[in-house]
Each structure stands twice: as structure tokens, then as C-alpha cells.
């Protein structure tokens, strides 16, 4: 995606510590190190760092848990020198402890919860968004508002779940537009859903969901790929060296991810030789973070209801997805459990690239009659039957 050559010029550090990845952090964080003298020696064991390494520690907890619990607003004052450099330098010490362990799929669900974050930041930033969104795409035109609106989004259940700012229409270049949306599932992010005139897409404030929240999500992705990124060029230049000082919160990471993925994988007692190719296939491209398509999503939540799986359990499937929130996933899965649908067809899959095998790797898979995933499952259960009853 072509991004600016020379991105923006930001001179407030409250909002270079506000989203610490930006580019235009790197000259900022040189000056800062100098003139408070802090090493990397100060930042792992400095009693003054301390607040830095907790709150570095509860942004990997979000990684890990997806709790949504990463405060969006720093533990100390953002407008005070102290609580910008702590706030930089959680997310530096969130990064030295990631890059340490040097694990992929770790790397892009830290990528993924720092983005969150930025997003959930950036729906409410006001007209600071507009130098931040430049830094990542280049073909931007905000149109201002005469009024400003404040508006507020609910869950569903009554709370708020995020403010955001009615200030008019954004444009944005119908090849970053795309681009930006290549990983988003869903209906409202398609093309043929938006305005579209010349070359350019409009996001419009809508009834709940104004343009600054719907851009705050376009680069959302942006912004993970770039931490994502960055963190994978520094991993390769650590190699195999270890940063002495930072062991305890290495394990710290490693435990809580153990202990939670335990728990993930509490399934159904429910015979999973059973499950057709494709249903393993999505279910480990989503234990390894990959992001499974929307087809992929659905048929999976559907195929979970038809084999008389939980919905808990059909959540779990999802909890490494690389853009998880428990709340959406258990309403979606919820609406397909309650709704019944059959699971995608085996033509659907194939279209969608869902599908496990091609000729000649399963000869289930392979009759002609196999129309539908869920047929698999009841063949083979039907075989099974057939072999319990053979040996009575
Ligand atoms: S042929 Fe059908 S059941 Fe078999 S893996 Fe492909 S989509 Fe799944």
C-alpha cells in the first residue's frame, strides 16, 4: 500500500506516547534516553522503571487473555513528561520481552492487542487522527463537520462500549481502501457497500458508528502489520541472545499462555476423528493466529451447532483468532447457534479455499454425493455404528 515517503511531523510527545509505534517515536525516544539517562539495564531492573515493567506486563496479559483490560488510559498523568515516558516505555518493555521469546504467533497476538488499543485510542483522538491516519496512507481527505457530535456506541446490553466523535466524512484511496480491508470480515467492509466515486471511498458518521471509528479500524490493520513487522526484524537481530534480567517475565508470559490455552481446549467429548478435513483445517489456522475467512468462520460456528458442540466451546475455536473479542465472537456464534443454519456446502468451501484436500486425499471427501460437511461426520458416525454393531 503506498504510504507516505516522509510521514507527518508530530511535535506533541503526549501523542508520540499514545501510540508509541508511530515512526515518528524513534527520534523523540533517542532524546528522551539521553537526557533521563535510561539504558536498557535501568528499564529491566530501575526501581524508577517500575511502573513502565507493570504496565508493560498487564499489555501482555491482554495479548494473552484478550480480557479487553489494557486501560486505554496511561496509569499515570499522559500530559506530565513522567507519564509519557512510562507510557513508552511500557510498550518498549512489552516489546523486549515479546521479540525475547521470539515466537510468531506470540508476535501477532501482542501486534494485535497493541493495535486494539491504537484503534480504540484513535476513535476518540479528534483532529489528531487526521496525522496519524497520514502516516500510514497517503490518499486522505477529511471533510470537517460544521458540528461536532459526541456519540456514544452500546453493546447491546445497555453499556457503553466506546465513545467516538461525529466530524464530518473521510475519502481515502479506493487501493488503500481495499488494501486496509483484505483482512476484515464481514459485509460492511466490502466494496460494494461504500460510496465509491473516482477513485475514492467515503467513509459517512453513521447512526452508531461514525467515520473516525470506521478509519480507527482501517488502520488498525495497518498499525498490527507494522509492529508486527517491525518485532520480526528484531527478533532476527537478537538471534540467539539472551537479555539477562528479563527470565521471570519470559516465564510469566509463557505460563499464562499454558494455563490459558489449557483452557481453551477443554472441547467436547465429542469424537473428533469424526470432524471433516476442513473443520481440523480451520480450526489449527486459527489456534496459530492465522485469519481465517469469513466463510471459514461460519461454516465452522455452523458445523459447531450441527455436531452438538457448546457454544463455549465453539467460542474457544476462536480465541487465537488474530482479531478475537469475546464479546463479538460469543454474539455471532450465538446468532448461528440460534438461527440453525446448515454449514457452507463442500462447493462454497472449495470456492473460499476452506477446503482440506483435493482428489485423491480422502476418499470420503471424494464420493460425488458428498455435498456438505455435515454429511462427513454422519457417514462416518454411521460407519461406526456399523463397526460397534459388527462386533457385538
Ligand atoms: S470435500 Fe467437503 S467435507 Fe471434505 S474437506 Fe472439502 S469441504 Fe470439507
Known amino acids: 500500500m503506498p504510504a507516505p515517503i516522509v510521514p507527518p511531523e508530530i511535535h506533541g510527545n503526549g501523542l508520540l506516547a499514545r501510540y508509541p509505534f508511530l515512526p515518528q517515536s524513534?527520534?523523540?525516544l533517542k532524546i528522551?534516553?539521553?537526557?533521563?539517562?535510561?539504558?536498557?539495564?535501568?528499564?529491566?531492573?530501575?526501581?524508577y522503571m517500575e511502573p513502565a515493567r507493570n504496565r508493560g506486563k498487564l499489555r501482555l496479559i491482554e495479548m494473552i487473555t484478550h480480557s479487553e483490560g489494557v486501560d486505554m488510559h496511561s496509569i499515570s498523568d499522559i500530559h506530565t513528561r513522567e507519564g509519557q515516558l512510562m507510557e513508552i516505555y511500557s510498550f518498549l518493555f512489552a516489546k523486549l520481552i515479546i521479540c525475547s521469546i521470539g515466537d510468531e504467533v506470540l508476535v501477532s497476538r501482542w501486534a494485535q492487542a497493541e493495535a486494539e488499543l491504537a484503534e480504540k485510542r484513535l476513535a476518540i483522538e479528534g483532529d489528531k487522527l487526521e496525522l496519524i491516519a497520514k502516516t500510514y496512507i497517503e490518499k486522505l481527505v477529511h471533510n470537517p463537520s460544521d458540528t461536532i457530535q459526541r456519540l456514544k456506541i452500546w453493546d447491546g446490553k445497555g453499556n457503553v462500549r466506546r465513545f467516538g466523535y461525529k466530524r464530518?466524512?473521510?475519502?481515502?484511496?479506493?487501493?488503500?481502501?481495499?488494501?486496509?480491508?483484505?483482512?476484515?470480515?464481514?459485509?460492511?467492509?466490502r466494496l460494494s457497500n461504500h460510496d465509491v466515486s473516482n477513485g475514492w471511498v467515503k467513509l459517512w458518521d453513521e447512526e452508531n458508528y461514525c467515520s473516525d471509528a470506521q478509519l480507527s479500524r482501517l488502520l488498525r490493520e495497518r498499525i498490527k502489520l507494522e509492529i508486527?513487522?517491525?518485532?520480526?526484524?528484531?527478533?532476527?537481530?537478537?538471534?540467539?541472545?539472551?537479555?539477562?534480567g528479563l527470565e521471570n517475565y519470559i516465564k510469566m508470559v509463557k505460563e499464562t499462555l499454558g494455563d490459558f490455552q489449557k483452557k481453551e481446549l477443554e472441547l467436547s467429548q465429542v469424537d473428533q476423528d469424526d470432524w471433516p478435513p476442513c473443520m481440523h483445517k480451520a480450526i489449527n489456522e486459527l489456534a496459530r493466529g492465522v485469519n481465517v475467512n469469513h466463510t471459514g468462520r461460519f461454516f465452522l460456528a455452523s458445523m459447531a451447532s450441527k455436531i452438538g458442540l457448546t457454544?463455549?466451546?465453539?467460542?474457544?475455536?476462536?480465541?487465537?483468532?488474530p482479531d478475537f473479542s469475546e464479546s463479538t465472537t460469543s454474539y455471532q456464534v450465538g446468532q448461528i447457534f440460534e438461527m440453525d443454519y446448515t454449514p457452507t456446502?463442500?462447493?462454497?468451501?472449495?470456492?473460499?479455499?476452506?477446503?482440506?484436500?483435493?482428489?485423491?486425499?480422502?476418499?470420503?471427501?471424494?464420493?460425488?454425493?458428498?455435498?456438505?460437511?455435515?454429511?462427513?461426520?454422519?457417514?462416518?458416525?454411521?460407519?461406526?455404528?456399523?463397526?460397534?454393531?459388527?462386533?457385538?
Open 26 to 28: 524513534r527520534e523523540w
Open 32 to 47: 528522551l534516553g539521553a537526557e533521563e539517562n535510561i539504558t536498557l539495564k535501568t528499564l529491566i531492573s530501575d526501581p
Open 168 to 189: 464530518g466524512t473521510w475519502e481515502l484511496g479506493i487501493i488503500d481502501f481495499v488494501e486496509l480491508c483484505s483482512n476484515i470480515s464481514g459485509v460492511r467492509w
Open 228 to 244: 508486527q513487522n517491525d518485532a520480526i526484524i528484531q527478533i532476527g537481530k537478537l538471534g540467539d541472545e539472551k537479555i539477562i
Open 345 to 392: 456446502s463442500c462447493e462454497k468451501m472449495k470456492l473460499g479455499s476452506n477446503c482440506a484436500v483435493e482428489f485423491g486425499d480422502n476418499s470420503l471427501c471424494d464420493k460425488e454425493w458428498l455435498k456438505n460437511p455435515v454429511q462427513y461426520v454422519a457417514v462416518k458416525q454411521g460407519w461406526k455404528g456399523k463397526e460397534i454393531r459388527n462386533k457385538e
Open 311 to 321: 457454544q463455549k466451546e465453539a467460542v474457544a475455536f476462536f480465541l487465537n483468532a
